[in-house]
């Protein structure tokens, strides 16, 4: 395995738990349980930015370019319509 897929492996394992630690969040009762997993997925956010990072630095990753401003508008309209 090469730094390439290891770093997409481990996004992708890292979206993973993050979907896992929001699902506990919204299903937990209990508020010191729920600030625990709220403390864990931020910081499983912010290894996933991180790692994010080192990805597109690397050229691993290259992110779509910025949206239009008339892709927003489109956007916001759907939103906010009723």
């Known amino acids: 395995m090469n ?20 699902y506990s969040v919204v299903q937990s009762n ?5 600030d625990t997993f709220t403390t864990f ?9 991180e790692i994010y990072l080192i990805a597109k630095e690397n050229g691993y ?3 779509a370019a910025p949206a239009g401003q008339a892709d927003i508008d489109a956007v916001k309209q759907v939103v906010t319509s009723e």
């Open 61 to 63: 990753y290259v992110p």
């Open 30 to 34: 209990n508020k010191n349980l729920r």
């Open 41 to 49: 997925r931020n910081q499983v956010e912010d290894l996933q930015w």
């Open 3 to 22: 730094e390439k897929q290891a770093i997409a492996d481990t996004l992708s394992s890292l979206n993973a738990f993050n979907n896992m630690l929001t």
